[in-house]
């Protein structure tokens, strides 16, 4: 028999160990990579949050100076429309024109209501994504804020039917009631009617009842729509309140291993 040399056979249970040890080691790397990857999804997803934060920010600042001009001038409806109630019912001879034409077109047939600014909230319920936000809270403000804006005052239509009542009641003489520099300046006149013209006009509306009864209703039904206002303006502050928390608490996290 030939003389030969061979390398000597691995012990079975050293081999076993050495397939463990294997099978450990490939597991570790399955572990860490799945580990990076969830560590990097939660990165971007934060990301994402803070993006459409930040962009719903932007939305709801906007939206804010526009409720605060709104309630301003809603104000200042109901205001005149007391003043020129109080005129009407008083049908003193000592009012001026110039009184009654401000009142009149700056205040009761006047109509102001809310223009939100809603862009990013609706491109994050047209995507299904409004998971992205974690804050539960503001996400349920989100979704109040959403229905009151949608579904609004429940008087709004007939509010629009009360400005159109007034015009088509004081059509008749309201353009005389304008003052020259008013008339002038809108109408490009050259000439102003007359104080005669003015005088009646004045008569003419102060006398005017259905004017009056009609003028009642929508003071009624503006102070409705200011508290509506103002509701929807604490709405926008409390949600811009949440977006500064959510914000700052994002700037401080780190996603860890």
């Not at 040399?5 to 040890?21: D, Q």
């Not at 004045?202 to 004017?211: A, C, G, Q, R, Y």
Request: glycine letters at 4%; charged letters at 25%.
């Amino acid at each position: 028999m030939e003389n030969k040399t061979g390398k000597p056979a691995w012990p079975a249970g050293r081999y076993f160990k050495y397939a463990i040890g294997e099978i450990v080691l490939v597991v570790i790397g399955i572990l860490i990579a799945l580990n990076i990857n969830n560590w990097n999804q939660i990165r971007l997803e934060r990301m994402e949050e803070i993006s459409v934060l930040k962009s719903m920010r932007a939305d709801f600042l906007q939206t804010k100076k526009r409720v605060n001009k709104t309630i301003l001038k809603e104000s200042e409806v109901i205001d005149y429309c007391g003043k020129m109630m109080r005129l009407m019912i008083k049908k003193s001879e000592e009012s001026h024109s110039d009184s009654i034409a401000d009142y009149l077109f700056s205040g009761t047939l006047s109509y102001w209501r809310i223009e939100p600014v809603n862009g990013t909230y609706d491109a994050l319920i047209g995507s299904g994504k409004t998971g992205v936000i974690q804050n539960q809270n503001l996400n349920r403000l989100l979704a109040e804020y959403s229905a009151e804006v949608k579904y609004g005052f429940e008087d709004e239509n007939y509010s629009i039917d009360l400005n159109s009542m007034l015009t088509e009641s004081c059509s008749p003489y309201s353009a005389f009631l304008l003052d020259d520099k008013r008339l002038l300046r809108t109408a490009s006149l050259k000439t102003a009617f007359s104080d005669t013209q003015r005088n009646k006009a004045v008569l003419k509306h102060l006398n005017n009842d259905i004017f009056l009864s009609i003028l009642y209703e929508k003071i009624v039904i503006e102070k409705y729509r200011l508290e509506y206002q103002q509701s929807i303006l604490n709405y926008v502050e409390n949600i811009l309140t949440q977006i500064e928390s959510e914000l700052k608490l994002k700037k401080g996290e780190q996603p860890t291993l």
